[in-house]
């Protein structure tokens, strides 16, 4: 996988990540929209030739192109705390974690928004619900933008399928920017 990486640090330090472990910034560790959480990843840096390991447990980034989210600790090791961001080149070390006959299934979503009000989210989730239900609307205390509602459509069995519905959405205008997630 080859995409941008950023990192985050304060304020999220010592609140629970999507796994529900406590978020450290000074672990290796990173977020990631799909992968299941314990994937170990090896993260090289495509401009600067720096690598580190990451395991994740956390779910993010939310911002277009952007496919993983680093610890403070792992972006500080990559020398990307400075410029914020870096062109990377993502290598799986445990696919057995990921694709082994013993692996979690996945379930995934498409979150199609997140709201600091929630009658823009119970909209959205009523345009959308008859024609691609269910759709959830999940709290989340953010440090930077305190309770935000995040709308996210469907519980798939697997990320193509979750492909799918977020081209749908968009196909049927109901949605400008999505982001496949893992739900566990």
Known sequence: MHGVASWYGNPYNGRPTASGEIYNMYAMTAAHRTLPFGTMVRVHDLDN???VVVRINDRGPFVGGRIIDLSYAAAETMGMVGP?????ELEILNPAVVYGP???PGVYSVQVGAFTNEDNAERVKANIEPHFGPVLIQVYNSP???IVYRVRVGQLTSQGTASDLAA???Q???A?????VRLN
């Open 49 to 51: 030739g720096r690598t």
């Open 84 to 88: 914020g961001t870096a062109h990377v």
């Open 102 to 104: 013993t692996a979690v």
């Open 144 to 146: 930077e933008r305190g």
């Open 168 to 170: 749908d959405l968009k």
């Open 172 to 174: 049927a205008n109901l």
């Open 176 to 180: 400008t920017e999505t982001y496949v």
